[in-house]
Every structure is written in structure tokens, then in C-alpha cells.
């Protein structure tokens, strides 16, 4: 949940749709574990609600629920008094988190239980809580919980949530019951591993709806190698919506983190944050700044950023040729991103190596969502050449704040960026798109990107304007999940 524990874009599509949902009029409670990395000094009115015991591998564990506010929405928290969720970072931590996850599925459910709390719609993301479905139908529904029905988000297939039966068994269910092919027997190993399940798949088999985030992505997926028959076999239950951005908390009018403010309707502002990262960082900045004015001189070396987890997902050898490409067109190039993965991260540390110290590159090893929000203020591009893109926020986040995309033609990636130079696009032409993986391809769109910024400067502007009034905020595609909650609620 972004901000407070947000790793990638699921943190900020579950904070987006609960505000969306809010202003809408509707209750919304966030349900999150309590994780230690939280900073509890952002959760406002935090307070201890209900201890209770919650089932886990034959134990009954003592656990608090507390309940806050983040950023104007109720949260409550999970807190289990074993190891689980203990550590620096919400993923990653010393403790099985498979089980914790499972734990957590099921701590939740106890908790509506024990509180008589009985919601419309338990609406679950990945395959972390692809559990709960499962325990909601086969157990908790025959208890008390009578009421709700759960609806389940795939954000990225590649995460499956392999299970073997015995661990599913430590939520409190029986694992073999699931070991079949119409339940959660995992596709991959069908007919060699009876006893590998996948959370994802009994999520989808046992929600009352299954959404996926792009429409081209759920396509895409139902195509794949793995999950397709299962997706297939639901079809009439799976829905592909497009995820908002929170215009709450990415706004350059009103963005704290900002060292001037901006709009569509007076970009000047952007062009100090512009000039503020790049001096802050040491890039090369032609011109002083007086008063509010930038000389345009110093706006002809077009600034691209990347902001992006470092995982093979997201392009890591197109990142890499980038940095190359855009320091050979005379251009600048910032890369935010964190890798988990210490043979990516030893890559792109020596990347920084080489070239944090030149005029025009600088690799930024760590996560840090103010300095998100500066680079996506000072960035002419935002540069997002995904292998495969469920749906991808840091495109548009990058054109609320008036950076170009320059993405491949994926998923999430196709269904929001348009091509300039595609004639039947003219209305909705908003950036510059390639479809190869290879090297080749990506020039191919940095060369028309930086055409078009040096040669057409008023054209350029214009379409800085119109980026950053794009709506592409929760307003427009909350109601759709809105309408799915409302067709399969029970109603009284
Ligand atoms: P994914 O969910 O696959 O990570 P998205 O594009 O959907 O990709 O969402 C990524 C989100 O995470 C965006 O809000 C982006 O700004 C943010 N982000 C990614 N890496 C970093 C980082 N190193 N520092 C700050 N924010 C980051």
C-alpha cells in the first residue's frame, strides 16, 4: 500500500482504488500485515482494535489487529506475535513467506469473523492472498461469514505462488483436496508433481471474479503457457480493467515534493524541476536560473528517466543499451530502480561506476519515492521498455508530471501509449513506441523522440500539455470494478 509499505505499482493501485471507492461513497477498509519495515509515524490515529488467536500449523498464534488512517484511508493492520512479517523490507524478510501469507489470508477472515464484520466484497491481490478464497468457500463461509464474495486481482502472472499440499495445509485446509487440475494443481507440473498447487490459480478458481489490469494483458494471458486453460475455463468471470493512477497523491500542482509546481496550463514550473535535479545531481545544466526563468538553452539536451524494479521483466539489457544509446544522442539519462536480484544489482553498480561521475548519466541504486516524484517533474521521457508490462504506472504517472513515453509495445504499455508519428492516432498520439526486445527497435523510437524534441520545440510543448491533462486517474476505470462488485455482491 503505497506509500507506507509499496514495493511497485500493486502499492499504488490498492491505495488509488480505495480512495476512488471512498469518494464514491462507499466503506473501504484496507486489510495489511503489520509489517515491521512500516514507518508507523505516516499511519495517523493508530490504535489497537481487537487481540485475537488466528490458526497457523496446529497453533493458534496471538495476534493484535490495530486499526489507522494512511493517507485519508482506514487500514487494518495484522499483527501476528510470531516472526512473520519481521524484518527491513516488505518482501525478503528471514521468515517462510509463503506461510506467512497463508497465515495472513487467514487472519483476516478470523478477524471479520471474531469482530462480526461482514463485508460486501473481500477484494484480494495476487497470489499472497490467493488462500483466502479457498478458506472463505471451504471454511469460513460455513461458519459465520455469510455475506461476503471475493473478487481477485491478478497483477503479474509470472507470480504463481507455488504451494506444495502440506504448506496449503497449515492455513487450516486440507492441501490434497486442491491437488486436481479444475482446483489449484499447478499447470506447470501436471502428471510429474501431484503435490505442487499454485495459490494463483485456486484464487482464480474459487473468486467470483478475476480482474487483470490491461485488457491487452489479459489477452496476453490468455495465451500463456500456463494459467490459459484456467483463465479460459472462467472466461465469463474474468474481466481485464485498466489501472488509474491516485491523482490524490501524483498531482505537480500540488505535489510537496516538488521544488515548483506545474499544470497543463503553465508547464514553466517543470522546467525548474528540470533544472533543480540536474544540478542537484551534477548533470550538466546550461544557463542560470533568474527569477522563474530558464533559458531555453539549457532545454535543448532532452532528459529521460527510468524509474523501474531491476528485474528481467522490465527490459534490464534495454535499460543497459539506453544509457549508451541516449549519452551518444547528447542526451541525459537518470535510472531509479532496485534490484533484488545481486547479479543485477552488481551490474547496473558497475554501470554507476562507470558513468555516475560524467556529465550526462547518473544510475540511482535505491528506492526512494520523493525522488520519484522529482524525476518524473524534471524528465522531458519516461523511458519503459518492458519485456512484458501487465500494465505499467510509471508511464502514466510520467505523463501527469509531463514526461514523454517511450515504451515498448506491451500489455498495460499498449493499451496507453499511442505513437506520434501513427497518422490514425492524431487525437490520442501522446509518445513514441517500439515493439522489438531488440536494440535495433528501441534507437529506432530515441531517435524519433529526440527529433521530434530538437526540431519541433512547439510541438513538443504542446504535447507536454496534453500529456499532463490526460485523465488517467482511478475516475475514469474505478466504476468498472464498482460494477463487477455490484454484480456479484449478495444483496438483502
Ligand atoms: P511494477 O508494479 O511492475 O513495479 P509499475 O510501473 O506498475 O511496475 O509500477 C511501478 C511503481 O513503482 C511506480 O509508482 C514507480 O514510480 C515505482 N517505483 C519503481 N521503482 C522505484 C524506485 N526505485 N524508487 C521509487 N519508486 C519506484
Request: with cysteine; hydrophobic share 40%; glycine share 8%.
Amino acid at each position: 500500500m503505497a506509500p507506507i509499505a509499496k514495493v511497485g505499482g500493486l502499492g499504488d493501485v490498492v491505495t488509488g482504488l480505495a480512495r476512488a471507492c471512498l469518494l464514491r461513497g462507499h466503506t473501504v477498509d484496507i486489510m495489511l500485515p503489520f509489517y515491521e519495515c512500516i514507518q508507523k509515524q505516516q499511519i495517523s490515529d493508530l490504535a489497537l482494535i481487537t487481540v485475537y488467536n488466528s490458526y497457523h500449523d496446529g497453533n493458534w498464534i496471538p495476534t493484535n489487529a490495530h486499526r489507522g488512517v494512511v493517507s485519508g484511508i482506514p487500514v487494518i493492520f495484522i499483527e501476528p506475535s510470531n516472526e512473520f512479517f519481521k524484518g527491513q523490507h516488505v518482501y525478503g524478510g528471514s521468515y517462510n513467506e509463503l506461510e506467512a501469507y497463508l497465515f495472513f489470508s487467514r487472519a483476516c477472515l478470523e478477524w471479520m469473523q471474531v469482530s462480526g464484520i461482514q463485508p460486501d466484497i473481500i477484494h484480494v491481490h495476487e497470489w499472497q492472498t490467493g488462500a483466502l478464497p479457498l478458506l472463505f468457500w471451504d471454511m469460513y463461509q460455513y461458519l459465520s461469514l455469510k455475506k461476503p464474495r471475493v473478487i481477485l486481482t491478478i497483477h503479474n502472472m509470472e507470480h504463481y505462488g507455488e504451494c506444495r499440499q502440506e504448506q496449503l495445509s497449515k492455513c487450516g485446509l486440507d492441501g490434497s483436496v486442491y491437488a486436481t487440475i479444475d482446483k489449484a494443481l499447478d499447470d506447470r507440473t501436471i502428471g510429474h508433481n501431484p503435490e505442487r498447487l499454485s495459490l494463483l490459480k485456486g484464487g482464480i478458481v474459487y473468486s467470483n471474479a478475476v480482474v487483470t489490469v490491461s485488457p491487452t494483458y489479459l489477452k496476453e494471458t490468455l495465451c500463456s503457457r500456463w494459467l490459459a486453460s484456467t483463465l479460459i475455463a472462467h472466461r465469463d468471470k474474468y474481466f481485464g480493467i485498466l489501472n488509474g493512477i491516485d491523482t490524490a497523491m501524483w498531482n505537480p500542482a500540488t505535489d510537496v515534493f516538488l521544488p515548483a509546481k506545474f499544470s497543463g496550463q503553465n508547464i514553466e514550473g517543470k522546467k525548474l524541476c528540470k533544472h533543480y535535479v540536474q544540478r542537484g545531481l551534477g548533470l550538466a545544466s546550461e544557463g542560470i536560473i533568474s527569477g522563474n526563468n530558464v533559458p531555453d538553452t539549457m532545454l535543448k539536451v532532452p532528459l529521460v528517466v527510468c524509474i523501474s524494479r531491476l528485474v528481467p521483466q522490465k527490459g534490464l539489457h534495454l535499460i543497459t543499451h539506453a544509457i549508451k544509446y541516449i549519452e551518444e544522442l547528447g542526451g541525459q539519462m537518470i535510472v531509479l530502480g532496485k534490484a533484488s536480484d545481486s547479479r543485477f544489482e552488481g551490474e547496473f553498480k558497475h554501470l554507476a561506476e562507470l558513468h555516475n561521475h560524467g556529465p550526462s548519466i547518473r544510475i540511482l541504486l535505491m528506492y526512494s519515492e520523493e525522488l520519484s516524484h522529482m524525476l518524473y517533474a524534471a524528465a522531458d521521457m519516461v523511458l519503459v521498455p518492458s519485456i512484458y508490462e501487465p500494465c505499467g504506472l510509471s508511464q502514466l504517472i510520467g505523463m501527469r508530471y509531463g514526461a514523454i513515453p517511450v515504451v515498448r509495445k506491451t500489455g498495460g504499455l499498449a493499451d496507453t501509449v499511442f505513437d506520434m508519428d501513427d497518422q490514425s492516432n492524431c487525437e490520442i498520439a501522446n509518445g513514441f513506441i517500439f515493439e522489438g526486445v531488440d536494440e535495433g527497435s528501441l534507437n529506432w523510437a530515441l531517435d524519433r523522440a529526440f527529433a521530434y524534441y530538437r526540431d519541433k520545440p512547439d510541438e513538443w510543448n504542446s504535447t507536454v500539455q496534453k500529456v499532463i491533462e490526460i485523465d488517467n486517474s482511478w475516475n475514469k476505470t474505478a466504476g468498472e470494478y464498482i460494477k463487477i462488485y455490484d454484480s456479484i455482491r449478495v444483496r438483502s
